[in-house]
Nanobody
Framework: QVQLVESGGGLAQAGDSLRLSCAASGRTFSTYSMAWFRQAPGKEREFVARISRSGDNAVYADPAKGRFTISRDNAKNTVSLQMNSLKPEDTAVYYC?????????????????WGQGTQVTVSS
């Protein structure tokens, strides 16, 4: 089992950058693939990015490609999401999630563990 705690959200203006972090408990962090999802008001939760257990493979949703970078530090039990060139449509609660499988998964049902979320608000 792993517990996840996100941080780094806040208010930003269009074009700004934010870096989200997710701290994981436990000594088996490297056995989980990790992902970021987001949920905007009135919308379903959507996949943002995913990184493999070793960190050597990352997958991004189209809105994140070229602007967001997911990374992980297995020694520190953390996964991060660097978000550049933010847009108002990036406004959402961002969630960190962990999966037992290293298979590339973009559906939230593939992830067993979730953080509480961190709010990102981007103004125009």
């Amino acid at each position: 089992q792993v517990q996840l705690v996100e941080s780094g959200g806040g208010l930003a203006q269009a074009g700004d950058s934010l870096r989200l972090s997710c701290a994981a408990s436990g000594r088996t962090f490297s056995t989980y693939s990790m992902a970021w999802f987001r949920q905007a008001p009135g919308k379903e939760r959507e996949f943002v990015a995913r990184i493999s257990r070793s960190g050597d493979n990352a997958v991004y949703a189209d809105p994140a490609k070229g602007r967001f970078t997911i990374s992980r530090d297995n020694a520190k039990n953390t996964v991060s999401l660097q978000m550049n060139s933010l847009k108002p449509e990036d406004t959402a609660v961002y969630y960190c999630a962990a999966s037992y499988s290293d298979y590339v998964a973009i559906r939230d049902t593939s992830y067993a563990y979730w953080g509480q979320g961190t709010q990102v608000t981007v103004s125009s």
